[in-house]
């Protein structure tokens, strides 16, 4: 079953897919952020055109572990995008995602210029690689 891994942000909201077994995951795409009926529908209609069986939606806990706003705006969107798409929606921890984003574009010297527009999707890739891997048998 493919998985849709979804970075979510107030600007862009970033995608990644798995492959059919669930091993490897990979960027999709960066969408613009709008209101959250318009986000929920944009994503609930790519995981319909992935043709994917679940979404994996990235947390973002404070570093402490604890809940803030955005943790708040995150399960709230879960709870929208599982009745809207039909699909389980996972809530995965992201902290560090960004960061760790930021040091693969620095290790293959991917230009600043491009950096804004891909930085959500390498973010998106590995909040559902982390799931992936935490599901591997």
């Not at 952020?33 to 994503?43: A, G, H, L, Q, T």
Request: net charge neutral; no cysteine.
């Amino acid at each position: 079953m493919r998985i849709l891994g979804v970075d979510y942000g107030d600007s862009r909201i970033g995608l990644s897919t798995s492959d059919e077994l669930g091993l490897l995951a990979s960027p999709l795409a960066t969408v613009k952020s709008e209101s959250m009926r318009k986000n929920v529908d944009k994503i609930a209609a790519i995981a319909k055109e992935q043709n994917v069986g679940a979404i994996v939606l990235g947390l973002p806990l404070n570093m402490d572990g604890s809940e803030g706003e955005r943790a708040g705006k995150s399960r709230a969107i879960a709870r929208v995008l599982e009745k809207v798409s039909g699909l389980s929606v996972i809530l995965v921890d992201e902290r560090l995602t960004t960061v760790e984003a930021e040091e693969i574009m620095d290790a293959n010297n991917v230009p600043k210029h491009k950096r804004k527009e891909i930085v959500d999707r390498i973010a998106a890739q590995l909040i559902l690689q982390s799931f992936l891997d935490s599901n591997i048998k």
